[in-house]
């Protein structure tokens, strides 16, 4: 069979695309190993590794997008301290500078709300969420490129199986040739190298078999790996009656069939939608060059443990504190306790639960900054976000311009394969004609077995031409179908 260009299976594959779960089992795969074109175009999406990292890609994208819209919330933390300090410190509490040992702790939570930061955070949803549907697109562009692949598997495994049947009925007929010639040869009528000619001819009829065979089992073992199944002993298809072309199809004009694919093909749609995000990526980068504004707010308390609380005393109380006492006579050394009486107050513990309300404290701001001079960062990301415009337009008129060229040439090709099949179907008339004709004439022993095998591979060679113009003809005008956006089976 003829090798198809790779934009003729690409505009194939996305043909049946769409085809591809009308039919399919719940679990993807074919009654008892028989699989339909349908069945295994469900089965290699659902399983095919590049699908499932494009739909991961896809899922990247989704949580980009949920990223960038949760940015616009405020941003709260807490914090929280606790330390010890030995010899001189700095009361937290009244600020005053101490040398005992202090204990202290400390619980604050703060918050910031931006309120407005040059439309980049506005313009960055939009971008991804571009990027996000630009990514759906893609999903469907990996599963057309499994779809092409499988598609070309499948009609290689068609035609393998069915030029292995017509190389079948060749070697029957050989054989059925041959033994008539033999009972001619025993009773005299015809050379013993006619029946040596046919048996020559019987052993490439079975070559040829064997050739069509291993065609066949090479276009399974394509099949197979393209749908990742794990070391299947064999895999049959789903053999539908593909019926024989129209000699002369309404064939479509190139720019009507451009004017509806432009509007339906997934890569299109994501050159078209980069475009956008590539606008909304200049946008963000201009953004840079205006201020920020953003709301702060805090909540905060504290606790020491060399704070107090006073008690006033009542009338007629006394508390009396117990003090170490020294003497400077070098007789008596050893200090003694005296207990002085204390003033109008009395010292008590301070609770931490206690200086914790007590010293909530609260703050409010608002804080605007403003880019003056940042080393041309922003202008340089300017510069590229214009470059990368210019590439997301460019690689938009290169998917329409290759898309254009791939329907010219589609409609180039199909006029050409209606060609060479109207003459196929011709040739093949007449040379079955003049095959019949020389079956005849050498039963009866008026040619030789060396002109009938003349005759006899002209007609076979007929016969394979047209099998394969019937299936590039079949397939080239899927093609425009699939542009025209009509229903395609087969």
């Known amino acids: 069979m003829k090798k198809l260009s790779k934009k003729v299976l690409l505009a194939i594959g996305l043909s049946l695309t769409g085809l591809s779960g009308a039919f399919a089992q719940q679990d993807g795969t074919g009654n008892d190993q028989i699989w339909s074109l349908e069945e295994a175009l469900n089965y290699a999406k659902a399983n095919n590794l590049q699908v499932r990292q494009s739909k991961i890609n896809r899922d990247l994208a989704s949580t980009d997008l949920k990223l960038s819209k949760f940015g616009r919330l405020p941003s709260i933390n807490g914090s929280g301290s606790y330390s010890i300090n030995n010899g001189t410190n700095i009361d937290p509490a009244t600020y005053d500078i101490r040398t005992q040992q202090t204990r202290s702790s400390s619980v604050s939570v703060s918050g910031s709300l931006p309120l407005f930061a040059g439309f980049q955070q506005v313009n960055t949803i939009k971008q991804n969420s571009l990027e996000l549907q630009a990514s759906e697109q893609d999903i469907l562009s990996v599963q057309n490129d499994i779809t092409i692949q499988i598609v070309t598997a499948y009609l290689n495994i068609l035609f393998a199986d069915e030029l292995m049947k017509t190389n079948q009925l060749q070697r029957n007929t050989t054989q059925q040739q041959l033994e008539r010639t033999q009972i001619l040869f025993r009773a005299g009528s015809v050379a013993e190298n006619d ?13 040829n078999i064997i050739t069509a065979k291993n065609q066949l089992d090479i276009a399974k073992l394509n099949l197979i790996q393209l749908l990742n199944l794990d070391n299947p002993d064999n895999i049959e298809v789903e053999i539908p009656e593909l019926p024989e072309p129209d000699l002369e199809p309404a064939i479509s004009d190139p720019n009507q069939v451009y004017d509806v694919a432009i509007q339906t093909l997934p890569a299109i749609k994501a050159a ?5 995000s590539a606008n909304k990526g200049l946008d963000i980068a201009r ?7 953003s709301l702060n707010a805090g909540i905060n308390t504290f606790y020491s443990s060399r704070s107090y609380l006073l008690r006033e005393l009542e009338d007629g109380e006394t508390i009396y504190t117990q003090q170490l006492v020294g003497f400077l006579d070098e007789a008596r050394t050893q200090p003694f306790s005296l207990y002085v009486p204390q003033g109008s107050a009395e010292q008590i513990d301070y609770s931490l639960k ?4 007590d010293n909530i404290g609260n703050q409010f701001s608002l804080s605007l900054q403003v880019p003056i001079f940042n080393g041309l960062q922003t202008r340089i990301n300017v510069e590229r976000a214009k470059i990368s415009q210019q590439n997301a337009k460019l690689n938009a008129d290169i998917a329409r311009n290759n898309l254009r060229q791939t329907i010219e040439q589609a409609a180039v090709d199909t006029r050409a394969a209606q060609l060479r099949y109207v003459a196929s179907k011709q040739q093949l008339a007449a040379s079955e004609k003049s095959y019949q004709n020389a079956q005849l004439r050498l039963n009866a022993g008026v040619i030789n077995s060396v002109d009938f095998n003349i005759i006899a591979n002209t007609f076979r060679s007929a016969q394979s031409s047209l099998l394969q113009a019937k299936y590039e003809y079949i397939f080239k005008l899927k093609i425009l179908d699939f542009y025209e956006g009509k229903d395609l089976s087969f």
């Open 195 to 207: 029946v040596l000619d046919l048996q020559s001819q019987l052993a490439t009829d079975e070559l």
């Open 354 to 357: 206690d200086q914790f309300k």
């Open 287 to 293: 953004g840079a060059y205006l201020p920020r504004l």
């Open 272 to 276: 078209d939608v980069r475009v956008l």
